[in-house]
């Protein structure tokens, strides 16, 4: 069964960081593109990093670039997320996915439950 779990979510004051992690299961992700996705209360979901699995590039979105820093452990069949400096618009949930490309952030297949994130002082 594939199956993505996403965790390490957690309420931090403004400045402060978060790592989230991404274990997937029913799958290798070696040849896939893994990108993470966020969704702020009463906004639509959004691609904010991708991990692309056949050359090893990292994308971001422009408001995330210096802050968030994406990861793979081919061992553990697990990509992470590395966010640091978080202001209040990061809260959201995070969600990671497979897509078809890095740029478009074309999502396919399953989605995980994803973690909340909340920055607040």
């Known amino acids: 069964q594939v199956q993505f779990v996403e965790s390490g979510g957690g309420l931090v004051e403004p400045g402060g960081s978060l790592r989230l992690s991404c274990a997937a299961s029913?799958?290798?992700?070696?040849?896939?593109?893994i990108a993470w996705f966020r969704q702020a209360p009463g906004k639509e979901r959004e691609g904010v990093s991708c991990?692309?699995?056949?050359?090893?590039?990292?994308y971001y979105v422009d408001s995330v670039k210096g802050r968030f820093t994406i990861s793979r452990d081919n061992a553990k069949n697990t990509v992470y997320l590395q966010i640091d400096s978080l202001t209040p618009v990061d809260t959201a949930v995070y969600y990671c996915a497979t897509v078809r490309d890095c740029i478009m952030y074309d999502q396919f297949g399953y989605w995980g439950q994803g973690t909340q994130v909340t920055v607040s002082e």
């Open positions: 029913g799958f290798s992700l070696d040849f896939y593109a």
């Open positions: 991990f692309d699995g056949n050359n090893g590039n990292e």
